[in-house]
């Protein structure tokens, strides 16, 4: 199992409200193409995001859906090419995204 803290699934894909951005006092929720994500050796556990995201998209890591599991290790391999950069802000969107995520087909939301 990979160490991650929180995680965020499936409900943030195309959607990226970044409410969660605005309220991470560490700054570890990084944006790819279509989703974002928590980095997980950055987060410090705190769970302000989890309450602010308008499609309930974050869970902590013992709390995430069965059909959602495969996000926790998503999470996690979205940063094996860039490492730790120390704070999403100073990098900005990447165009890319985990590859669970890059095959999904477009999502729609009725609550955004």
Not at 33 to 45: F, K, T
Not at 100 to 108: F, M
Request: aromatic share 10%; proline share 9%.
């Amino acid at each position: 199992m990979v160490d991650v803290t929180y995680v965020i699934a499936l409900p943030c894909v195309d959607v990226k409200d970044r409410a969660c951005v605005d309220e991470c006092p560490v700054d570890c929720i990084y944006e790819g193409e279509r989703m974002l994500y928590i980095h997980p050796d950055e987060c410090v556990d705190c769970g302000a995001c989890e309450p602010v995201c308008p499609v309930e998209a974050i869970y902590y890591e013992d709390d995430v859906p069965d059909e959602w599991r495969d996000y926790t290790v998503a999470n996690a391999e979205f940063f094996a090419e860039i490492g730790s950069p120390g704070g999403a802000a100073k990098v900005g969107v990447y165009d890319f995204d985990h590859s669970l995520v890059a095959a999904l087909p477009p999502q729609t939301h009725p609550l955004v």
